[in-house]
């Protein structure tokens, strides 16, 4: 069974940084593409940044560009999303997504992580 788990979430102040991890297991090879959603409150879940295994090509919303940082660690199985300069408008639950393969129709969701940005 292919599980994401997600951690690192918390309440930070404004202008401050978290580290979220998604682990995933119960897959023998590395998925096409890692991304990183999010969704706050009344709003839909919207994409905040992925990467492709093959390479590492990496794209960001506008809303994050130069502040969040997406990762890989193959060997780990892992997928980091380094948050800086940290913004009330970031609160949100966090969720990873896999997507086994370009031609797949489906994916895999972890469980969500909160992050809250508050003084």
């Known amino acids: 069974e292919v599980q994401l788990v997600e951690s690192g979430g918390g309440l930070v102040q404004p202008g401050g940084s978290l580290r979220l991890s998604c682990v995933a297991s119960g897959f023998t090879r590395s998925m096409y593409a890692m991304s990183w959603y999010r969704q706050a409150p009344g709003k839909e879940r919207e994409l905040v940044a992925r990467?492709?295994?093959?390479?590492?090509?990496?794209n960001y919303a506008a809303s994050v560009k130069g502040r969040f940082t997406i990762s890989k660690d193959n060997a780990k199985n892992t997928v980091y999303l380094q948050m800086n300069s940290l913004k009330p408008e970031d609160t949100a639950v966090y969720y990873c997504?896999?997507?086994?393969?370009?031609?797949?129709?489906?994916?895999?969701w972890g469980q969500g992580t909160q992050v809250t940005v508050s003084s």
């Open positions: 997504k896999g997507r086994p393969d370009l031609w797949s129709n489906f994916d895999y």
């Open positions: 990467i492709i295994s093959a390479g590492g090509s990496t």
